[in-house]
């Protein structure tokens, strides 16, 4: 599942793989163990091509028969031919919440892990719609793309509808 941050791709992700007895894979989550830091300190110290990089290498150690469904970090799709790497090996469905939205949801949570948004900040807003605008393009490439609040059940719903003999569940 790929979207921006807020969108639900970790809660939906973990629903959804639950439902069809996958394994769930929050990628931030498997980059944090790999590295030993948290994302935030990975950007700090390290810097965003550093964090690029080791995302890429955690996604590309999915493999293609591995029955999971994986929740990427906002930006994965962005770099290193990572959307056509998921593209190549599974269904990759957008979360596509709009900006305003994804706002709300950031200031109402309790996480502020967000390295290139600052959810304190007066700007969030145009912050958020500024990237939602770079980004949308690339995830408008998804093989699914469903817009606004959804659940789990629409969302295998979809699933079997368009891609019926991708899973034996």
Known sequence: MLGM????????????AKKIGYEFIDLD????????KKIGEIFNLEGEEYFRKAESEQLKKITPESKVVVATGGGTP??????????????CIFLDVKPNELSKRMRSSRRNNRPLLDINADTL???????YNERIDIYKQANVIIEGDTDA????WILDAE?????QA
């Open 5 to 16: 941050p807020s969108s639900g791709k970790s809660t939906l992700g973990r629903q959804l």
């Open 78 to 91: 962005l770099f290193h031919d990572n959307l056509d790497y998921i593209k190549s090996n599974g269904i």
């Open 163 to 167: 891609f019926p003999n991708e899973r």
């Open 29 to 36: 989550f498997k980059i944090e163990v790999a590295e030993g």
């Open 153 to 156: 059940d629409t969302i295998l």
């Open 125 to 131: 807003d145009k912050d958020v719609e500024k990237i």
